[in-house]
């Protein structure tokens, strides 16, 4: 047996308990012919097997197990995880115990969020930037301003040619130890790419055009789609600088994209992919995680029947849904402190769009950061006025959210009235994130 494999048996050895020990780690080494590594507070079993040839499993074939107890080990382990087939590599790291296990795809993300550069700088730049100081860079995704073609966003996305080179990246990226072109940089997990299922997109006959010009009508858009061949589009949907174009027949979409992808439109040359179908119920799942609230009249701040009390037109109270685990801003559990601001501290400008939820404290930015981060068309509130007996303007929102890639879309309004243009404002949104959370 190799000396790492003695190694890393016997060391392991002295952590057990019971008839567990390395005497039966090295059994499963000599039978298997397997290599085993103990390094970085954790074991790895195998990564080739004996007699592999050729490169290492492709993503997506790899799932992570959670929850193992602390007295089960390779010797266990590796005789049930075979019955699903050969095993190329087994990394374990003792963690709970008298639990079941969990089993998922492991989230082999290789992307990075890279924020606060300079808006000047092109793709080329960044790209030989992140290069001198991290390895394994494939790629660096840029989008040009929405407004000046000739700029970015000050932020972009680097992709690694592995999780692992992704993670040493992050690691070697963090604010304050390297600052490209003198600017500290914000560096984060980008969010995984959306996987839908291959027979959806087998049906799909949107194209998402990016990269338009802000004064490109969707009348110029279908006319320039139109053009390869008149007749294919159905209609365009447009906002900012990029839009979704619905054709009759999928067969048109796919020979469009192939025409149009990389042309110019009013000087900006496009961008195209097939669209992907937004799931409304899935979506709001996830966000929700499936916890809300019974009651949405006392979270809209209006009291039960039974308290006798006077139902309140005023500044509703906080929503205090649970998103993924979290209390939702604005709930009590929410931190609303300030800091002094000191001479010298140094300000990075972010999007919106790169914080976490903790960070919003009113629900009508609440529901635009969802409406963006699942692809749909920002929410749109549509003013409604009455009278009260006393004479005084009570008003009240009608909010529409669009999936814009599928063309579906929802209203929502609640049953109250308010005094003011803000109050009405927040409570409508409070309704709309609480009907689709119920909704899910």
Not at 407 to 416: G, L, N, V
Request: glycine share 8%; net charge neutral.
């Amino acid at each position: 047996v190799h000396e790492d494999n003695k190694a890393a048996a016997n060391g392991c050895g002295k952590i057990q308990s019971g008839a567990q020990n390395g005497a039966a780690l090295l059994a499963l080494i000599e039978k298997t012919g397997y290599s085993m590594v103990q390094q970085n507070g954790q074991r790895k079993f195998g990564g080739p097997p004996p007699g592999w040839e050729g490169p290492p499993p492709p993503r997506g074939c790899e799932v992570f197990v959670g929850k193992i107890p602390r007295d089960m080990y390779e010797d266990e382990l590796v005789p049930v995880f075979e019955r699903a087939g050969k095993i190329y590599e087994l990394r374990l790291m003792m963690e709970f115990s008298g639990k079941f296990i969990g089993v998922c795809v492991s989230l082999d993300n290789c992307r990075l969020y890279i924020g606060a550069i300079p808006k000047d700088k092109k793709k080329e730049e960044i790209l030989n930037e992140m290069k001198k100081v991290t390895e394994g860079v494939v790629d660096v995704i840029v989008y040009p301003n929405a407004t000046d073609k000739t700029k970015n966003r000050g932020f972009a996305f680097v992709e690694y040619e592995s999780h692992r080179a992704a993670a040493m990246a992050r690691r070697r990226l963090i604010p304050g130890t390297f600052q490209p072109w003198g600017h500290t940089i914000q560096v984060d997990w980008a969010d995984p790419e959306k996987v839908v299922d291959e027979e959806i997109m087998q049906r799909v006959k949107v194209l998402y055009v990016r990269n338009l010009m802000i004064s490109t009508t969707e009348d110029k858009i279908k006319a320039e789609f139109n053009k390869f061949k008149p007749g294919v589009v159905e209609r365009v949907k447009k906002l900012r600088d990029y839009a979704f174009v619905h054709f009759f027949h999928r067969e048109d979409a796919l020979a469009a994209m192939s025409v149009m992808n990389g042309k110019c439109i009013d000087g900006a040359s496009i961008e195209i992919t097939l669209a992907k179908p937004v799931n409304k119920e899935s979506s709001w799942k996830h966000h929700f995680n499936g916890q809300i609230s019974p009651s949405s009249e006392n979270l809209l701040g209006f009291p039960n029947k039974e308290d006798g009390t006077q139902k309140s037109l005023g500044k509703p109270a906080s929503v205090s849904v649970r998103l993924n685990g979290q209390h939702s801003p604005g709930s009590p559990e929410a931190e609303r402190s300030t800091y002094p601001f000191f001479p010298g501290i140094r300000l990075t400008p972010i999007s919106m769009y790169s914080l976490q939820l903790s960070h919003f404290s009113s629900a009508v930015m609440h529901l635009d950061y969802f409406c963006h981060k699942n692809s749909w068309a920002p929410p749109e509130y549509c003013l409604y006025s009455t009278t009260s007996q006393d004479g005084k303007i009570l008003l009240v929102y009608r909010v529409l959210i669009s999936s814009i890639a599928d063309d579906s879309q929802s209203y929502f309004m609640p049953e109250k009235l308010c005094t003011t243009v803000e109050d009405a404002k927040e409570l409508a949104a409070q309704f709309t994130l609480l009907h689709l959370g119920k909704c899910s």
